[in-house]
């Protein structure tokens, strides 16, 4: 498929699961990831990644790396956007869009596994 515009909300098709391979030189919306679907950093990536988004609504799964195989590529995803100004003490805005500048998960798994680092506790 293409690549979407600058700025623009992103929603990945209904059962699909979409694979990053190279950092995209644009900055998007929210990327929505429905409860059947999948967005996964390949950790077979040559280069850093960098992923430039508004926020990031999770229903479904974003996978970087797995226990098996780890996402030993440098990856970045930066937040753009501002923090609402009428959050309230529990952080509900009646100007601020469903998802800004974070990443939400709803019923769904974000697993992330990188390099594995020893100990792993103290």
């Not at 390949?42 to 990644?49: K, L, M, R, V, W």
């Not at 995803?77 to 601020?96: E, Q, V």
């Not at 998802?99 to 103290?122: A, D, F, L, M």
Request: glycine share 10%.
């Amino acid at each position: 498929g293409s690549v979407p515009s600058k700025g623009q909300d992103v929603t990945l098709p209904t059962n699909s699961k979409i694979i990053i391979k190279k950092g995209i030189a644009r900055e998007f919306g929210v990327i929505s990831v429905p409860s059947s679907s999948e967005l996964i950093f390949d950790e077979n990536a040559d280069a850093p990644i960098s992923f430039d988004i508004a926020g990031m609504d999770v229903q479904g799964a974003l996978r970087v790396g797995s226990q098996t195989c780890r996402y030993l590529t440098e990856l970045t995803i930066t937040l753009h956007g501002s923090r609402p100004l009428d959050l309230n003490i529990y952080g509900a805005s009646s100007t601020a869009t469903r998802t800004y500048k974070g990443i939400s998960v709803n019923g769904g798994i974000i697993s992330i596994h990188g390099k594995q680092e020893y100990p792993t506790w103290t």
